[in-house]
């Protein structure tokens, strides 16, 4: 009786992970994971992620990057976006801008992230975690995706100056802690598999690509979440869906885009999955089985009386 948790590590290079002893990306067996570029040259964080939850290709899991994406493939602004966040040329504000808006409004919890009403799209297609005892949240391509629109967002706030680089790294911070916290608290439930994305490391990839020293800390910082949520999960799968090219790596001619570095990581002593398309059939294989658990399911239990519902002012 196990849960398995999966955490969507966006950008984690093999390369960088290990030139930096992360061991909680590097778990006890650790590899390169085959991964793949559809609309692009390189790989597509959506089309990715979809491509391991349903373990199809983009032309069946229907997500290829086209339309509020397509700007990204000029050239000029896919190179700007993604080595300079910071430094974007005003025309590319402008389009990101609006590509963001989306419906706009202030941020429920009221944290002050204004503006952030885009989601993605969500696949048709079946997934790995449809069984009612696998739970998911935040993971591009089955989920509105809204941590991931918010990273975009903040980061367009930040090359704009209308929040500073401190308060980025709050806001991205944040997002991590709720990423780890949620899958700890999965790690107390009934559930079979947990599945979470992160895409701190995506963002500082595209910030840092330049900058070794920032980009080794935000590693290590997210290393030290994955750690804590390893303590609270029965087995742990951590996966990537590409890398960052950098400056300091022979070979990468464009530093700030997506490498082809991606890994694949896990608690459990099993051969690894080879490429993202595995990966769904290696949860089926791995994970406890869904009878097992839902054998040991119980009622809910509520001790509450109408007595004290009514005390409490839930009943007239
Ligand atoms: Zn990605």
């Known amino acids: ?11 984690a290079d093999y390369d960088l992970a290990r030139e930096w002893g992360c061991e909680n990306m590097l778990l006890e067996t650790h590899g390169k994971l085959e991964t793949f570029a559809h609309s692009g040259e390189n790989p597509n964080t959506l089309e990715v992620w979809t491509s391991v939850a349903t373990g199809v290709e983009p032309p069946s899991h229907g997500l290829a990057s086209t339309g509020e994406q397509q700007q990204w493939r000029n050239p000029v602004l896919e190179y700007a976006s993604a080595v300079a966040p910071y430094l974007l040329p005003k025309d590319a504000r402008v389009k990101i801008g609006t590509w963001l808006r989306g419906d706009g409004g202030a941020a429920e919890d009221g944290s002050g992230t204004d503006g952030v009403g885009m989601t993605l799209r969500q696949t048709d297609h079946s997934h790995l975690f449809e069984p009612d005892n696998r739970v998911v949240r935040w993971w591009p391509g089955v989920t509105p995706g809204k941590h991931l629109s918010e990273t975009w967002h903040w980061l367009n706030l930040a090359s704009r100056d209308d929040i500073s680089d401190d308060e980025l790294w709050r806001r991205l911070y944040g997002n991590a802690g709720l990423e780890a916290g949620w899958l700890q608290g999965m790690g107390q439930t009934d559930v079979a598999v947990a599945g979470v994305h992160m895409h701190a490391l995506d963002a ?32 742990l799968l951590v996966l990537s869906d590409h890398g960052m090219q950098v400056e300091w790596i022979d070979g990468d001619s464009k530093p700030g885009f997506h490498s082809w570095r991606a890994l694949a990581s896990t608690t459990l002593a099993a051969d690894l999955p080879e490429s993202v398309f595995d990966v769904r059939d290696w949860v089926d294989e791995h994970a406890a089985d869904s009878d097992d658990r839902r054998a040991e399911r ?18 007239e």
């Not at 070794?212 to 303590?231: F, I, N, Q, T």
């Not at 119980?298 to 009943?315: I, K, N, S």
């Open 298 to 315: 119980q009622p809910a239990v509520m001790d509450t009386t109408e007595e004290q519902l009514r005390d409490l002012g839930y009943l």
């Open 1 to 11: 009786m196990t849960m398995l948790g999966i955490i969507a590590l966006d950008a």
């Open 204 to 235: 500082a990839g595209h910030a840092f690509a330049t900058h070794p020293d920032r980009l080794r800390e935000v590693y290590e910082r997210v290393d030290r979440l994955l750690g804590s949520v390893r303590e609270h999960v029965d087995e």
